[in-house]
């Protein structure tokens, strides 16, 4: 068991857990952050994703040890003084999801690709939303969204 700091959402948490425990699990079960969702377990539905120093990390095979040296951004981060982001707005505006399950990690993923390329193409946008997973199949609704996002980030809103 060890103690760690965390810069989560812009606070510094201070947790006690073991090393090897993932991000996720510590977010979740020890910070009660759970925005974050846990999918598969293995890196590959997206559901669990988090930043990490601003690019769209899977928590689920991250150890909170590792984590400890960076700056974490939760789907519970974006909102800024009470107003959604850019691109959680459009998620709304589109009506981009049902179920909801996978959205925070939908919504994560897009918000890197917008500080990574401001102007995304629809090849782009598919090729970074290829790794999140969508059991409701509402694909064209989130391409959708990012569109609608990187409107809204173009014309100043925050991502």
């Known amino acids: ?23 996720l699990s510590v977010l979740r079960n020890r910070l009660n952050l759970t925005g974050t969702k846990y999918g598969c377990g293995e890196g590959q ?4 994703t ?3 120093d601003g690019r769209e990390t ?3 095979m991250v150890s909170v040890e590792s984590a400890a040296k960076a700056k974490i951004v939760t789907i519970e981060g974006l909102e800024q003084n009470g107003k959604l982001s850019a691109v959680q707005q459009a998620f709304l505006d589109e009506g981009a ?7 925070s990690g939908m ?6 690709l917008l500080h ?26 989130i391409v959708e969204a990012v569109k609608r996002a990187s409107r809204l980030v173009a014309q100043g809103a925050s991502r």
Not at 45 to 48: D, I, K, N, T, V
Not at 97 to 103: A, E
Not at 129 to 136: D, L, T, V, Y
């Open 97 to 103: 999801f049902q179920c909801g399950y996978c959205t």
């Open 45 to 48: 539905c997206g559901a669990c």
């Open 1 to 23: 068991m060890g103690d760690f700091v965390l810069n989560v959402n812009g606070a510094q948490l201070r947790v006690s857990a073991p090393a090897e425990e993932t991000l």
């Open 107 to 112: 919504i994560m993923g897009a918000t890197s």
């Open 116 to 141: 990574e390329q401001h102007n995304p193409t629809e090849e782009q946008i598919v090729e970074t939303m290829e790794g999140h997973i969508c059991r409701c199949g509402t694909y064209p609704r």
């Open 58 to 60: 899977r928590s689920c």
């Open 50 to 52: 988090v930043l990490l």
